[in-house]
């Protein structure tokens, strides 16, 4: 967030940044946590001007709720195979 402006802090970012990759991507919603604690920080020390952090609170928010209706998507899907499955089985 101090580098300059148009730098998201995503849970991908920050991999990239540590050279990790992220397998099954459970561990986002606790680099999304660690993200929001780090721009209290800067907030807080005011290393960071406000208006940046909430923008980028703001798209960490959507990004979140897509990443929240994709899973949805992909668990109704899920389940609506299995159903099939046992549907078939009967």
């Known amino acids: 967030m101090s580098t300059g402006?148009?730098?998201l802090p995503t849970p991908g970012v920050v991999f990239r940044h540590l050279n990790k990759k992220m397998n099954c991507c459970?561990?986002?919603p606790v680099t999304v946590s660690a993200i929001y604690a780090?721009?209290?920080r800067l907030e807080r020390s005011t290393?960071?001007?406000p208006f940046a952090l909430a923008e980028a609170r703001a798209r960490l928010?959507?990004?979140e709720e897509r990443r929240e209706r994709r899973q949805r998507r992909v668990d109704?899907?899920?389940a609506e195979?299995?159903?099939q499955r046992r549907r078939q089985v009967a």
Do not use: F, H, S, T
Request: aromatic fraction near 0%; hydrophobic fraction near 50%; charge should be positive.
């Open 26 to 28: 459970r561990c986002a």
């Open 61 to 63: 928010v959507r990004i």
């Open 76 to 78: 109704a899907e899920i």
């Open 5 to 7: 402006p148009g730098i």
């Open 81 to 83: 195979r299995r159903a």
């Open 47 to 49: 290393r960071v001007c």
């Open 38 to 40: 780090a721009m209290d």
